[in-house]
């Protein structure tokens, strides 16, 4: 049953992400969860989400447009390591609100919230008609760039503000797909230039000894698979669609991650 859940999700999932630029971590963390502890569960996923992005880059990384990368993604990775560095001292902070919901208990974040929020707004701009042809002027890559940085390294939700930045930029539906595909490997190595390394030296053994090495290669194959037929999709889905995709999956983020249950 773990393996059914972990490799179904992973394989969907990645599939979906190669269009929509997030998703793979912000889902199947919560599906390690439902069977390890938590701590364990982020860190399982972190491996299979750089594994993937890796994979990724080499399948569509070559169709970036990499004057847009360089706007957006240095301005992200330096505010990675400073949401990164700031991660502690939220991360003692008091929820703001907590609800049982069939006996588990489920807390809401002020920075969570915030995130949700952001995102929200940036999901009814993608579903309403009349902002079909809305492009943002590229002077505003560098911010976006900047705040989809700071919250990666805060909370590891980058992918929903890049994508939500990127996909209004004026990038042809392959520039986009390869842009925020290496956006998001030079902010993952931010993020891990600044707690990565620390996190893993102290878990590894966790995530070895209650997981398996077994269940994160195989994890990380069925992303590869996921990956690999999304990119066998790419010239027969539309832009319209891709933006489809992207506005959908940013509200579901919006409102579970707003309401606490991831």
């Known amino acids: 049953m773990v393996y059914l859940v972990i490799c179904t999700v992973s394989l969907v999932v990645s599939a979906l992400t190669l269009f929509s630029g997030f998703g793979l971590g912000t889902l199947l963390m ?15 996923t972190a491996i299979v989400h750089l594994a993937n992005n890796v994979f990724k880059l080499a399948l569509v990384g070559k169709m970036a447009d990499m004057k847009v990368v360089l706007k957006f993604a240095i ?24 609800y049982v919901l069939s006996g588990k208990t489920f807390s809401v974040t002020l920075i969570k919230l915030i995130i949700a929020v952001l995102i929200a707004i940036f999901a009814v701009l993608e579903l309403t008609p009349s902002f079909e042809n809305l492009t943002f002027h590229p002077r505003y890559i560098p911010p976006g760039g900047m705040l989809s940085g700071f919250f990666g390294g ?51 053994h966790i995530i070895r000894g209650q997981i398996g090495l077994g ?26 669609a891709v933006k489809l995709i992207v506005g959908i999956l940013l509200l579901v983020l919006a409102i579970i991650l707003g ?4």
């Open 75 to 98: 301005p992200a990775s330096g505010m990675a390591i400073v949401g990164a560095l700031l991660l502690g001292y939220f991360s003692n902070m008091q929820p703001i609100a907590e």
């Open 154 to 204: 805060l909370s590891g939700h980058q992918g929903a503000l890049r994508s939500a930045f990127l996909i209004r930029s004026g990038l042809k539906k392959e520039a986009f797909i390869g842009t925020t595909v290496v956006s998001a490997v030079v902010v993952d190595v931010s993020r891990l230039v600044a707690y990565g390394v620390t996190f893993f030296s102290q878990n590894i």
């Open 30 to 44: 919560p599906a390690f969860a439902l069977f390890f502890p938590l701590e364990v569960a982020i860190g399982a």
């Open 215 to 240: 269940l994160i290669a195989a994890a990380i194959l069925t992303a590869f698979a996921g990956s690999f037929i999304g990119s066998r999709l790419i010239k027969k889905i539309t832009m319209h």
């Open 259 to 262: 309401t606490g249950i991831i």
